[in-house]
């Protein structure tokens, strides 16, 4: 994985923390954990935070791309809870790609 995806990592988790999101570790998949990603590549991220721990889906997802701005890059972006994340079975995507295939970053 290229420095490039540790800074564009390492910036976002800071815009988190702006936002009042501490994140216990954020997991790159897809492409760019896989050493296959292309210049057009995205990146895909999970953010693991307590914090998510009261919010629903929507707000996750508003508060993920607000902290994505100013970032000149294609991303996606899931949150979850330790707890939701520890609650993932064997045969789920974020198990058998992000968990066991993914690296984590920060």
């Given at each position: 994985m290229d420095k490039e995806v540790h800074r564009t990592v390492a910036e976002y988790r800071?815009?988190?923390e702006d936002?009042?999101?501490?994140s216990e570790k954020i997991i790159?998949?897809?492409s760019h954990a896989h050493g296959r990603a292309g210049e057009d590549s995205g990146l895909d991220?999970?953010?693991?935070?307590?914090?998510?721990k009261d919010m629903d889906l929507w707000e996750?997802?508003?508060?993920?791309?607000?902290?994505?701005?100013?970032?000149?890059r294609p991303m996606e972006i899931?949150?979850?809870t330790p707890g939701e994340l520890e609650k993932e079975s064997p045969g789920s995507f974020i198990a058998d790609?992000?968990?066991e295939k993914g690296l984590v970053i920060a």
């Open positions: 800071k815009k988190l936002l009042g999101i501490t790159v998949f897809g991220l999970l953010v693991v935070a307590k914090a998510f996750r997802m508003c508060l993920l791309g607000r902290a994505r701005v100013g970032i000149n899931l949150g979850l790609e992000i968990l």
